[in-house]
């Protein structure tokens, strides 16, 4: 599933840039994750509770950041798998600065299996999107404070 | 598969169900047409389920004062056959009909769709071009809710833990309303690939009032204000019509998956409002 778009940041580029690599913001801003733990440079596991129109659970996996261009690009990889099934996927985000805020674009490719994936085609595009948006909501909020 | 384990408790009462529901891991059953799939195939694995099935005080459909007061557990079949609703609120009853099938129409309720909020139901379209209310009950009070602020996200709404639908409520129509839920359906779910309700009050030969429900296109069902500015004053012709529904997704990311692409759903949720457009202008009076 190719998921893109893009959402406004009220920071500067590098800040930014800079935040979105601090794992305390990115465990603070994606839903149902309390902490990410650093196994590795730039490798953190994590551990998130997802429960979607009564369906999730506990999800376990990895976030991986890579191919740093500090302030314009970076790469997101994430792994995760729970009872209800798996995804893995990669994501290039662009930081283009607008004085004041930066317009933060995503483009990646997110494979989804298990059984929400047989049974739940219908979902996942509108489930996909309301994540990211809840992420960059929760982000908006911690760049400006 | 068959579900895992879960306690079942059927209350007589509301208060009962309420007290049930202290515990956080304790879900509303209300027809199951939604939970129970999902618990089998064990994407839902719920601790308890609270069933609202007993309540009695939860079935029913009253007129009062200008509006239809619906009960959460009223089933689409009894929304979609009352001569109450049939009469004056025709476009609700329409809605309910599209629903499932059969079996889903008896089992499933109204306030157990909408608190699933599935952004292809076919109830939020009718309720968002009605401006329907839900009511909603908790251990200390109740409140009530526009339903444009009770459909929060794709599959979220604005129920707090330990919170039930205690009704929905509608206006009753004029008798010069016209009104049509049209609905392009995934022929194996049943679901919406995209559903529009359209509302129309005319006067003087001009369209005086509309109202657009969307189902289906994007994350969460919506008003589509700009296709009722565009119709209202208008003669209500054809053309009237293509030219006010170009926009519909205007602003919006539309919905896309193996059934049907963003610009597809697009084009047919024009052609859906087309429909229900001139269906609902050539039954007002």
Do not use: W
């Not at chain 1, 607008?98 to 995503?106: A, D, I, P, S, W």
């Not at chain 2, 059927?10 to 027809?31: D, H, I, M, R, Y």
């Amino acid at each position: 599933m190719k998921i893109n778009g893009s959402y406004s940041v009220p920071a500067p580029a590098q800040r930014a840039y800079t935040l979105l690599q601090d794992p305390v913001i990115l465990a603070k801003c994606m839903p149902g994750t309390d902490h990410l733990d650093r196994v590795a440079e730039n490798e953190y596991d994590m551990k998130m509770k997802v429960i979607i129109a009564s369906m999730g659970g506990l999800f376990s996996g990895k976030v991986r950041l890579a191919d740093q261009n500090p302030p314009d690009s970076f790469k997101l990889i994430v792994e995760g798998s729970g009872k209800i099934g798996f995804l893995k996927g990669e994501g290039l985000l662009n930081l283009m600065a607008q004085g004041e805020t930066t317009e933060v674009k995503y483009e990646g490719d997110v494979q989804v299996g298990g059984t929400i994936a047989s049974v739940g085609q219908r979902l996942l595009d509108t489930t996909a999107k309301m994540i990211i948006k809840k992420f960059f909501q929760k982000f908006a909020e911690a760049a400006k404070g | 598969m068959i579900a895992q384990n879960f306690d079942y408790a059927a209350p007589g009462n509301l208060q009962e169900a309420l007290s049930l529901l202290g515990n956080e891991n304790a879900k509303v059953l209300a027809g199951g047409m939604s939970l129970i799939p999902l618990m089998k195939l064990r994407l839902a694995s719920p601790e308890q389920l609270v069933d609202l099935g007993r309540i009695k005080e939860l079935n029913y459909i009253k007129e009062d004062a200008g509006v239809l007061r619906i009960g959460a557990t009223t089933t689409h079949f009894q929304i979609e056959s009352s001569p109450v609703v049939r009469s004056r609120c025709p476009l609700l009853a329409e809605a309910a009909s599209y629903i499932g099938d059969l079996q889903v129409r008896n089992m499933g309720t109204i306030g157990g769709s909408i608190a699933h909020a599935d952004p292809a139901a076919d109830y939020p379209a009718s309720l968002f071009a009605l401006e329907a209310k839900v009511s909603l009950v908790n251990a200390k009070g109740k409140r009530e809710l526009p339903v444009a602020d009770f459909f929060v996200d794709t599959f979220t709404t604005a129920l707090e833990p330990g919170e039930i639908i205690r009704e929905v409520i509608v206006p009753v129509e004029e008798q010069s309303t016209g009104t049509s839920y049209q609905k392009m359906l995934q022929p194996a779910s049943g679901f919406a690939i995209v559903g529009v309700a359209a509302r129309i009050r005319k006067s003087g030969g001009k369209i005086a009032m509309t109202r657009v429900g969307v189902t289906g296109l994007s994350g969460t069902p919506y008003r589509a204000a700009n296709v009722e500015k565009a119709i209202e004053g208008t003669a209500g012709t054809a053309d009237d019509i293509r030219k006010a529904v170009a926009d519909i997704a205007k602003g919006l990311d539309p919905n896309s998956d193996l059934h049907a692409s963003a610009a597809y759903r697009t084009q047919m949720a024009r052609v859906y409002a087309t429909r229900a457009l001139t269906v609902a202008i050539s039954r007002a009076s």
